[in-house]
């Protein structure tokens, strides 16, 4: 079996990494065949050993091109899955992501959309553009509720809502995490993790900032933890703004490397993160999470589990919250975080089933 996997894959961004991973390990165990992922960047993940995997990149010329539809010639079934592949505007109408359920529907191959994110936009060229690329899908999930909300408005009678893959990632390396579990911190150590992209200027420039001094201000010790290269780039400057005496009670994760980041999760004791992809890992590792209202998919994480949220400039809730989460550290909390992390699974987990069944009766 052939098949063509999809989505924004990078070495160069910590959740796009797990999609990929976590998404690569559904496919291996539950068909077996040869792959094909769409790679965004040069360097080759390590996550291929015992994998027949091609890696393809954006074609850039007339015979990239040719080369890219003799494999979708020869492929049983594509799939685009795991993050916000569709937004509005359509900035880059040519890309990829647009192009491929196109070429799906030309060349009579099934097309399956698993655990994608849809942005909801009353626009009637995205409306009619989402409800297009949906009826001619086999199969559709979706990772969150507003995605299902919208394509139910559109009536799209074939939308399953799902979870995030990265889930099934926990669970095929439970052992792995196990031996993780929170190391209750000696300097009362807070998680920080920030994005460079898609957050409006006054966040970055100011709450951010007023955030960072105000921890810092109650004594606590903030562990930096970059997603991507930019956000690194991001968390120096704020570093090197900082006050000798307040920098040295700063430590930079200065990886993107994600067992090195899932290991930094393991060592703190509450995390703050505007990254959804480090809140599965806080839950499976035990680690305390304040909740964020920013950006969405991040608050519908926290909605969903159950985690008190903080509106992302009130820095006072902020820190109020990580001091209730400090002070309430020796009662038991794993009980509430496994409920919420299997329940996560087991839907993964069904939602893998409906998608492996509609596969197999197709073929």
Known sequence: MNVFLYGYYTTKNFGDYMIAQSMLEILKDNFQGTYYMYWLDSSIPNFTQKI???????PRNLMQCFKLLKILLSIDFIVVAGGQKYRWPLKSGLAPQFIIPLLAKMLGKPLFFFSIGIEPNNDPLWAKFIKDISEAATFISVRDQSSFNYLTKLRVKKAFLS?????????????EIKLLKRNKAERKVVGLAIRCSEISRDILDYYIPRLIEELLNNNYHLLFLPATDGDLNLLKGYLTSLSPPLRHRITLVESTEPKVLIRSIAHLDVLISLRLHFLPFALAIGTPIVGIDFPEKVKAFCVEAGIPICHIRDTRCIVAEVQRIVRTLNSDSSTISKHVLDKNINDLLRNIDLFKKKTLKLL
């Open 52 to 58: 027949n995997i091609t890696f393809l990149n954006k």
């Open 163 to 175: 979870k995030d893959v990265v889930f099934y990632y926990i669970k095929n390396h439970e052992n």
